[in-house]
């Protein structure tokens, strides 16, 4: 199914994805399309950029019988608000002369005004788990309709502790509906998550995990430290016209808060911070003006960029090294998608160099290391972080300040007891006789009479 033409589609689909200027099918979208219209449930293994969304709307679309904006009969999961977002936006460019009523819920907004718009009825809901389930209780949305339930970034999902909320919404809805998953790793928490929960699923995947894109320049720098970490970074980014659209992840929210700081002393119009503490609003913003090229920096982490689907990334910047390959190549997937050429350059001390070389085995492929810059100080001065760090074993450390210090006061003679070995039991045993037989509780009593 090489060509839009097999798929059999409505002339509306048709329509819509001629204006969207797509001439044929991604990979992922030629591969599941005949599999999710035949029912049964599927599996796909594929990242951000692949085409995934439009892999299973398609499919439900074309089979969606006609709108009734009542009970909603397809249920999207996806593990962040801006996906809910993006999903509803994908669904609706598709659905410009079709009528079906897409709603996107998701936490940290008011569930009341939700409660008002899902109880007026949808054909398709794409929601995060906890809001999903929030409206399920309170029977503002009724599932009971469900006949198509998409868990999309269902490894993210996991990641975030969002197990317990899937069972509980597997609960909630009909048995007799079809199961469709897409992740972009294959754990093994996704693995138990299907074989618990799927019917003999029809799998479907693009290229192996692991393999680094051919269009994807990489390269790294060794780096000192923090500091120099930050010069370098200040040092690339003022070519402006070459790094022209450049997602920087570090691995912590509070990191990414200091290096936003710290970046737009040089950059200030021009940055911008993601991450899951970020209001909503703030977090929509900073996407639109990344997107939109207003901001030409993106300092974020590794949750929260997931699946976003930002175009003409020239760069992705990782500012620490991952300790998990996987979130590597999520990171460098960022850029050269769609055909484009994109660079990765990955920033690595001293002490992240084994996560640097288990990168390069996982891919199987070795990062050219770049030449400091001359131009760049090197920093002698260390964050707090990078003082404490912890050893295993500390020869420096004063071993006569662990021994513990004397009692406030001594203790009473009878309170001196000493530990001569031997059990307790044993000597409770002898003192008041073993039973002569089992059960015989009044044996000692009668004794000692
Ligand atoms: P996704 O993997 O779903 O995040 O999609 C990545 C990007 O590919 C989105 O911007 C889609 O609009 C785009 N896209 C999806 N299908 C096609 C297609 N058949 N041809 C070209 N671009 C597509």
Not at 327 to 350: C, D, Q, V
């Amino acid at each position: 199914m090489e060509h839009f033409s097999e798929f059999n589609l409505t002339p509306e689909l048709y329509r819509a994805i001629e204006h969207l200027g797509y001439s044929k099918p991604t990979p992922i979208q030629q591969s599941s399309f005949s599999k999710i219209c035949s029912g049964r449930d599927l599996v796909g293994i594929a990242q951000t950029g692949t085409g995934k969304t439009m892999a299973y709307t398609l499919p439900l679309l074309r089979n969606l019988s006609k709108p009734t904006q009542n009970s909603p009969r397809i249920l999207i999961l996806v593990p962040t608000r801006e996906l809910v977002l993006q999903v509803v936006e994908s669904i609706n460019n598709l659905c410009t002369e079709l009528s079906f009523k897409t709603i996107g819920v998701f936490g940290g907004t008011n569930i009341n005004t939700q409660k008002r718009e899902v109880e007026e009825g949808a054909d398709i809901i794409v929601a995060t788990p906890g809001r999903l389930y929030d409206l399920a209780l309170t029977r503002a949305l009724r599932l009971k309709g469900i006949q198509k339930l998409v868990i999309d970034e269902v490894d993210v999902m996991l990641d975030l502790g969002f197990r317990y909320q899937l069972i509980n919404i597997f609960d909630v809805l009909p048995e007799q509906r079809q199961n469709i998953m897409f992740s972009a790793t294959m754990t093994t928490d996704v693995d138990e998550l299907i074989t618990s929960f799927f019917k003999a699923p029809n799998k479907v995947s693009t290229a192996i995990s692991g393999t680094p894109l051919k269009n994807i320049k990489q390269y790294r720098f060794d780096v000192a430290n923090y500091n120099s970490k930050v010069n370098l970074l200040n040092f690339l980014l003022k070519e402006k016209e070459h790094y022209n659209k450049v997602l920087v992840f570090v691995d912590q929210k509070r990191i990414a808060d200091r290096l936003f700081n710290q970046i737009a002393l040089n950059f200030a119009n021009e940055c911008a911070v993601l991450h899951s503490n970020k209001s909503q609003n703030y977090r929509t913003n900073a996407i639109e003006e990344f997107k939109t090229g207003c901001s030409r920096i993106l300092i974020t982490t590794d949750i929260m960029a997931r699946g976003i689907d930002i175009n003409d990334i020239s760069h992705v910047i990782s500012f620490n090294t991952p300790a998990f390959p996987e979130n590597y190549m999520h990171r460098i997937g960022r850029t050269g998608r769609a055909e484009k050429k994109g660079e990765s350059i990955l920033f690595s001390t001293k002490t992240e160099q084994d996560q640097r070389m288990g990168i390069e085995t996982y891919m199987d492929f070795k990062i050219e290391c770049l030449e400091w810059p001359d131009e760049v100080d090197v920093s002698n001065e260390l964050m707090p972080e990078e003082k404490n760090s912890k050893e295993p074993y500390n020869p420096h450390k004063k071993r006569n300040d662990d021994v513990p210090g004397p009692a406030f006061h001594e203790k009473k003679e009878k309170n001196k007891k000493v530990n001569l070995g031997g059990s307790y039991r044993k000597t409770i045993a002898k003192k008041y006789k073993k039973p002569k037989t089992k059960g015989d509780k009044n044996f000692n009593r009668r004794k000692r009479k």
